[in-house]
């Protein structure tokens, strides 16, 4: 069986299963441990500095918890507890163990699966953990329409069931789509922080508008968001009046009965134009409205929002 320092010389890779028990992780072990550490989730800052006060501190205990490396010398657990250690300027005494499946990042952490958001931020490598989760959040709602599955229910349009889907799943539609990233980008820059519905829903509406038309789209929902362009009798003013009496806690619809009543006002729209539905009470999708479709634009639709402000 290998010891500490041969391993630092394999670059902890190594074909043979090996675990060391309290083991002392040097700043130069330490070091190199994070040089391997590619592709991982993003660290989280709290626990880096919870865990540095401790070992500072001297409350930092051995527990028995292992640093864990796969064959071909990826770092797959302990990233936070390695760069506390590094914070502090300590040695960190662990349990190390090597020659683990690259494939066994996805079930640690006590056996459970990681966030789909962690998986894919770590996939995609330049991108943060709260874009990678909003991406996450949008391909699901996206490869659910697609496949005619609910979005508020657990069953599906046509006897079809409403599942999960994997990390592998979304990422993989991600890698088919480019230009996701791109139009997540476009969602940040205008809508920031300042609207009532999440970006997730924005850029899953976005993505699946822009396939019909993307300017269209946009002012679609800057009007139905951000009231601009807005006048008193327009369907999408409607829409934001409910979207302002949930902001004002005066509202009992839920988020998803909101995204469902997006599609249904864009479907609305999209067929009859801007003034569409003339009164509030008929915004609201119905639980009859189970699948609606985004559909093409009418000539009518594209001209009128195209004079729109």
Known sequence: ??????????????????????????????????????????????????YSDHMINGRWMYNGDCIRVSKS?????????????????????????????????????????????????????????????????????IIKYQEKLSQVTTGGFEGKIAHKFTAPRVIEYINQHPELLDQLEVIKKEFGVRCN???????????IGSRYDATYTLKFLRKAVL??????????????????????????????????????VWSKIADKGLKAITKKANIKAKKDEEYLQFITPTEQALIEMSNAI
């Open 1 to 50: 069986m290998a010891t500490l320092d041969e391993l630092l010389e394999l670059n902890f890779k190594t074909q043979q299963r090996t675990t060391l028990l309290e083991v002392h992780l040097t700043p130069i072990h330490i070091e190199k441990l994070l040089d391997i550490n590619t592709n991982n989730i993003p660290p989280v800052k709290t626990k880096i500095n919870l």
């Open 73 to 141: 010398g990826v770092l797959l657990d302990g990233q936070n507890r390695l760069m506390a250690a590094q914070k502090a300027k300590m040695n960190l005494v662990c349990d190390l163990l090597v020659g683990l499946e690259d494939e066994a990042f996805n079930t640690i952490d006590q056996g459970r699966t990681r966030q789909k958001g962690h998986l894919v931020a770590r996939d995609l490598g330049d991108i943060t953990a709260t874009d990678a989760q909003t991406l996450t959040a949008a391909v699901t709602r």
């Open 197 to 207: 519905l999440n970006r997730a829903t924005l850029l899953y509406v976005y993505h």
């Open 227 to 264: 009231a601009i362009g807005l006048t008193g009798n327009e369907t999408l003013y409607f829409y934001h009046q409910c979207l302002n009496e949930f902001k004002a806690k005066q509202s009992n619809w839920t988020k998803a009965e909101f995204e469902h009543t997006l599609i249904k």
